[in-house]
């Protein structure tokens, strides 16, 4: 899922040695140090979400797309271009959560390595992002526009922005995260690893490991540490009051905790 810890995660194992793109998508507010994410796969994804009617964010609350015609062949040529190119290597990009059915029998023998974060953080990571942007479009601003941001927009913002998207938010979190869940039952248990975004600044040693020594990825483990910056996440905002089908609450945390119950070394 978006704002997962997926950017954190591609740059540490990009560090270790793994290719993950000629091109990547370069850094932006709420990813400053880059998405980490091949522009091949970036792009093709977009479209397919643009050709399936929907915005290229891919903030939708579907399991999964059906690329047309072109975009499926696209996604088919990809993948024998890079296999050709390399014995191993990866991408990163939350919209393949959409298009895993596809990508199961493009490349069958695939490994996925999934980050799971608790909704609540996802959603205040998102509204944060969000606010950000405003915050940092109108700082630049002089005069009055500086003055109204500052005595009127500014205090209210938030508040706003958590009324406006807390709930789309959890289901787009239910959506992606229930898209995981049947490609999990739907694959081989030895073939995807579950990782809790929470547990990663402590178990990474054992995820390199585990894609070196079950996998057979040939890596150099780079201590986690050198990338790992707390101070880049955002707060946890209180998300509860905001949401007022107070089903897919308790619908997102059943989700959650069976997915952890898939994160087994």
């Not at 990009?14 to 091949?38: F, M, R, V």
């Not at 209210?156 to 406006?164: F, G, I």
């Not at 540490?225 to 619908?251: C, E, F, P």
Request: aromatic share 12%; glycine share 6%.
């Amino acid at each position: 899922m978006h704002r997962s810890g997926t950017s954190l995660l591609t740059q540490w194992l990009q560090k270790c040695g793994l290719h993950i793109g000629d091109q990547l998508l370069g850094a932006s507010t709420g990813n400053e140090e880059g998405h980490y994410e091949d522009l091949d796969f970036y792009e093709c994804h977009k479209r397919i979400l643009v050709k399936n009617k929907y915005h290229e964010d891919g903030f939708v609350n579907l399991t999964r797309l059906q690329p047309p015609p072109k975009e499926a062949q696209l996604m088919r040529n990809m993948v024998l271009v890079k296999n050709a190119m390399r014995a191993q290597w990866g991408w990163k990009d939350p919209r393949t959560c959409l298009l895993l059915q596809e990508y199961r029998t493009i490349i069958p023998d695939a490994f996925y390595l999934v980050i799971l974060r608790d909704y609540q953080s996802v959603v205040s990571s998102l509204i944060s992002r969000t606010y950000n942007e405003t915050a940092r479009k109108y700082g630049r601003k002089k005069g009055i526009k500086h003055f109204i941001w500052d005595k009127f927009g500014k205090p209210y913002r938030k508040e706003n922005l958590l009324k406006k998207y807390s709930e789309h938010y959890v289901k787009v979190w239910i959506a992606y995260n229930t898209a995981i869940l049947e490609h999990l039952q739907a694959t081989d248990p030895d073939h995807y690893l579950v990782v809790d975004h929470a547990n990663l600044f402590t178990d990474n040693e054992e995820v390199f490991h585990h894609l070196e020594n079950k996998w057979g990825f040939d890596l150099n483990y780079v201590d986690f540490n050198t990338i790992y910056k707390k101070q880049l996440l955002s707060n946890v905002l209180d998300i509860g009051a905001y949401v007022n089908d107070k089903s897919l609450l308790k619908k997102a945390a059943d989700l959650q905790q069976l997915l952890i119950s898939y994160g087994s070394w």
